[in-house]
């Protein structure tokens, strides 16, 4: 199955966005240290945030990786499939980008970036560029985009929640 836009790789670039598509750029403070990064990077790759986010997540893959086929199930009834089309692992930034393949309602790529910065903080930056693909994702117009943005928020959130423990460890 081939992706359903041209740009495949783009998201590494987070100021690209083509022609005709929506831009989504969204950064959220996970926490602080060594051990939030760490843990904040097991719940990314191992398909642990999205889940926590309320999406279904279908896959043989037990991580993100490179030509990884991923079904992303919304509400139980939508299927949305895509493929990592990316992964960076360099020692204080991580993450990887999906892209739509045919039969997702949207047509474009996401991608979900983990740094740490100098003073330790972690942040988790989504970034995506996308137009509907489907005629329910056209009728949607802005509440679409509006939950995009709402989505890409509680990803933020929930990997606080997920690294909770890490992060009081660091405070003590």
Known sequence: MSFTYEDVGATRDPEHCPPGFH????????????GV???????????????????????EAPVAAPDVEVT???GGLIKAPCRVV?????????????????GHPETGEESFVLDRTGDGTVWLTVTAFSRPAKWY??????????LQHAY????????????AEENEAGLL
């Open 23 to 34: 831009r989504l750029h969204v950064r959220s403070r996970v926490g602080e240290g060594e």
């Open 37 to 59: 990064f760490r843990r904040a990077t097991e719940a990314l790759f191992g398909w642990e945030m999205h889940r926590a986010v309320g999406v279904g997540i279908e896959t």
């Open 72 to 74: 992303v199930v919304l």
């Open 86 to 102: 990316w992964t960076v692992e360099e020692p204080r930034r991580r993450g990887w980008a999906y892209g739509t393949l045919q």
């Open 137 to 146: 994702a056209r009728a949607g117009g802005p509440a679409v985009r509006g």
């Open 152 to 163: 890409a928020r509680r990803c933020g959130a929930v990997l606080r929640r997920l690294t």
